[in-house]
Structures are given as structure tokens and as C-alpha cells.
């Protein structure tokens, strides 16, 4: 029996001990780990035990929070980028059900509120442009707001070429 196995033999027995006499509904975990050398993790759990009530009581108690890196909570923000990220672009919705709906959701409010604003700069410079052409084709005077008026639709025009159509 190598050290590894004989280790989880005690280990369990120890924590059958224990499980005895904890109060009722109680449930028991042991974890052990060797910080860079994940192979070396031992996690052992009380049968019916629910994993996401043990991070609760880390978070709890054991000073699990939001602010320490972990590669679980780095995970954990990547999908919810990638699903605000989807959203935004409509595409990839996450199945029905899923928890990342919501900030697919978020996404693609975005989404839709950027695409409106980019229809409603291309037809304000339109519409700008339409009429610049009316007062040079009238006799062409520059007054002040002609010559702001030919600014804003080069800022209009620098907007919009960021744009896909």
C-alpha cells in the first residue's frame, strides 16, 4: 500500500470519527493541497456533501473572498466576459437555463443601444450633409454654423468608419 493510499485510509477513518459526532445534518470535508503541485491535491467529502455550501462557508468564515486570486474565480470572470462579449455581438447564446444568460443579456442591450446610436449618427450626418449641399448649391454663404456644421460631419464620419455596416 503506498503512502498516498494508506494516507486516505487514516484520513477517513479519522473523519468517520469525527462525522460521529457531529451535530445533525453536519457534513464534513477535508482538503489538502501543495500550493504550485495541484497533483498532489487530496479532497475527501462526507457523502452527500454540496460543494457549493462548502465555498459559501469559506466564504463565510474562512476569508474566501472576491479580491484573492484563484484560478476559479479568474474562470469563473472569463465566462462572464466572453457571455457580455457574445451577447454584444448576438451571436452564441448561452442554452435556456444557464446562468450566464444574464450577462448575455447585458451584452446584448449594449449591443442593440450601439447599433441604434450608430443608426441614428448615420442619418444625422446625412441629413447634415443634405443640407450643407442645399446652402452651397443656394449661393454657397459660410455663416459660423456651415463651417462647425462640415467639423462635426468629419467627427461623424471619423465615428462612423470605427463602425461595421
Known amino acids: 500500500m503506498s503512502a498516498t493510499e494508506r494516507f486516505h485510509h487514516t484520513a477517513n477513518d479519522c473523519l468517520e470519527r469525527i462525522a460521529a459526532d457531529l451535530w445533525p445534518g453536519a457534513k464534513l470535508a477535508l482538503v489538502i493541497y501543495t500550493q504550485d503541485k495541484p497533483e498532489l491535491d487530496i479532497v475527501l467529502k462526507d457523502s452527500g456533501l454540496n460543494v457549493d455550501e462548502v465555498v459559501s ?4 468564515r474562512g476569508g474566501l473572498g472576491l479580491d484573492g486570486g484563484n484560478i476559479y474565480k479568474r474562470l469563473l470572470c472569463d465566462a ?24 448575455w443579456d447585458v451584452g446584448r442591450a449594449e449591443g442593440a443601444l450601439q447599433e441604434e446610436l ?9 441629413e447634415l450633409d443634405a443640407c450643407q449641399r442645399v446652402i452651397h448649391y443656394a449661393g454657397g454663404f459660410t455663416p459660423a454654423y456651415v463651417d462647425d456644421a462640415q467639423a462635426a460631419i ?3 464620419d471619423a465615428v462612423i468608419a470605427k463602425i461595421p455596416a
Open 57 to 60: 462557508t469559506l466564504r463565510r
Open 80 to 103: 462572464i466576459i466572453g457571455a457580455m462579449a457574445l451577447g454584444k455581438q448576438n451571436s452564441n447564446p448561452p442554452p435556456e437555463g444557464h446562468w450566464g444568460q444574464e450577462f
Open 118 to 126: 450608430v443608426q441614428a449618427l448615420r442619418l444625422v450626418r446625412k
Open 154 to 156: 468629419k467627427v461623424a
